[in-house]
């Protein structure tokens, strides 16, 4: 069982940066490959990121590429999203998941979620 607890959204304006945080409770956090996904009003939850449980695999949706940063650290058992230049239609609810191994772009196949956070991105 893990359990994922996000951080890190808010208010920031067109060009500026956050860095979420996912904080994940259990002994086999190492062992879980980790993505972000997001969700704006009325629209499906879509991919943005993910990274192998080694950290040495990553993955990103073209929309963020060159923009976001997914990272990990198994010792503090936390996954990060750098998030700069910000767009407006960045503007969603941001949600980590865990899943052991396979394709890390669908949300089908990931086995926990967190709460989400939200992040608000003004023009």
């Known amino acids: 069982q893990v359990q994922l607890v996000e951080s890190g959204g808010g208010l920031v304006q067109a060009g500026g940066s956050l860095r979420l945080s996912c904080a994940a409770s259990g002994r086999t956090f190492s062992s879980y490959s980790m993505g972000w996904f997001r969700q704006a009003p009325e629209k499906e939850r879509q991919f943005v990121a993910a990274?192998?449980?080694?950290?040495?695999?990553?993955y990103y949706a073209d929309s963020v590429k060159g923009r976001f940063t997914i990272s990990r650290d198994n010792a503090k058992n936390t996954v990060y999203l750098q998030m700069n230049s910000l767009k407006p239609e960045d503007t969603a609810g941001y949600y980590c998941a865990a899943r052991l191994g396979g394709s890390l772009y669908s949300k089908y196949d990931y086995e926990y979620w967190g709460q989400g956070t939200q992040v608000t991105v003004s023009s």
């Open positions: 990274i192998r449980w080694s950290g040495g695999s990553t």
